[in-house]
């Protein structure tokens, strides 16, 4: 199946500071990325969809200043946790939408970010 | 608006057993139905998804799905559970039509026993 790579597997980071992560697609191009958080013990909840050349779309509730999401690329979306929190640690997880209908998704390795 | 649910927060089972994860799903029109497997601190692997056809389906590591629109569940099974099995595990579901994205139900924690 389609390879998704993402990083950093694990980030400690101070309070009021950012921290980006990267999501690439290896071997196929994704014109679709979705960004995940997963709370321990919970589900996953989408935040955005990120489309390749254009703003990302956000779902309710998550701030978008706050969560910056780029898809510059074909490969390639970056989230951005801006002047980070501890309530903002979390698993953060990407997928990769396969198919001109996005029928499958493939999921990188997860984030696990860590305020203090 | 489309939903998943996992009735079970655990099962357990003995190795050797068979096992069966439960899932059923809400969606208008016809679904598409997912299964993934978590193992801790990783990202989520694909097992096996239905999209048309054989109700019955075929996945890795000898997993496989029925489809059963009557019901509208997707059981996740598999014969002769393994130890390596034990993982949380995803339903996920979304609507056949245009660019939708997947809904996820909470996860199942399986846990086989030696």
């Known amino acids: 199946g389609a390879v998704v790579s993402q990083h950093p597997s694990w980030v400690i980071c101070k309070s009021g500071t950012s921290v980006k992560i990267e999501c690439r697609s290896l071997?196929?191009?994704?014109?679709?990325m979705f960004w995940y958080r997963q709370f321990p013990k919970q589900s996953l909840m989408l935040m955005a969809t990120?489309?390749?050349?254009?703003?990302?779309?956000?779902e309710q509730g998550v701030e978008k200043d706050k969560f910056l999401i780029n898809h510059a690329s074909l490969t390639l979306s970056t989230l951005t946790v801006t002047s980070a929190h501890p309530e903002d640690s979390s698993f953060y997880i990407c997928?990769?939408?396969?198919?001109?209908?996005?029928?499958?998704?493939?999921f990188g390795q997860g984030t696990r970010l860590t305020v203090v | 608006a489309q939903s998943v649910a996992q009735p079970e927060d655990q099962v357990n089972v003995a190795e050797g057993n068979p096992l069966t994860v439960k899932c059923t799903y809400s969606?208008?029109?016809?679904?598409?139905l997912f299964w993934y497997v978590q193992y801790p601190n990783r990202g989520l692997q694909f097992l096996l998804k239905?999209?048309?056809?054989?109700?019955l389906v075929k996945g890795s590591y000898g997993f496989e799905a029925e489809f059963n629109k009557s019901q509208t569940s997707f059981h996740l099974k598999k014969p002769s559970a393994l130890v390596s099995d034990s993982a949380l595990y995803f339903c996920?579901?979304?609507?056949?039509?245009?660019?939708?994205?997947?809904?996820f139900g909470t996860g199942t924690r399986l846990l086989v026993s030696p």
């Open positions: 969606v208008s029109g016809n679904p598409y």
């Open positions: 239905y999209i048309t056809g054989d109700n």
């Open positions: 071997d196929f191009q994704a014109t679709t």
């Open positions: 997928s990769a939408g396969v198919g001109r209908l996005n029928t499958e998704a493939f």
């Open positions: 996920a579901v979304r609507g056949n039509t245009g660019f939708q994205k997947l809904v």
């Open positions: 990120s489309n390749e050349g254009s703003k990302a779309t956000y």
